[in-house]
Structures are given as structure tokens and as C-alpha cells.
């Protein structure tokens, strides 16, 4: 990748001297609470910048939707 992203979906992590991932592509956070909330619920989640950058996208996704449902 020529630049790094916030999110990705990798099919393989490679444990050597240096840590690699495999079959990797980079997603909207969006898409991973939109797909499968239950598997990023916060209560799971340590604290941690992941924790931190889901709980920002949902506070976002909310606010998105209650204009969205304003504007009906």
C-alpha cells in the first residue's frame, strides 16, 4: 500500500523477526460497524486507540443517521 489506513482486513498475520500481514486491504471503519456491530461491541474492548476510533465512529454513524431520519 502506498499509504496507511486507518482500518484494514487482513487474511493472514506472520510472525518472524518482523510482523507481517498477508491478503491485506484497507476499509472504512464504517463498513466493520455496519457488517457485524456485535463482533465490535466497545464492552468487549480494552482501553485502547481502537476502542477510542470505534466509539468516535459510532458516535458519527448515530449523528449521521439522526439527520438522515431528520431530513424524512
Known sequence: MDHKPQWVIF???????????????????????????????LNNFPSCKAKRLLAWLYRKLERERACHLSLM
Open 11 to 41: 487474511d493472514e498475520f506472520v510472525l518472524t523477526t518482523r510482523n507481517f500481514i498477508r491478503t491485506v486491504t484497507d476499509v472504512c471503519g464504517e463498513w466493520l460497524i455496519d457488517i457485524a456491530p456485535h463482533y465490535y461491541d
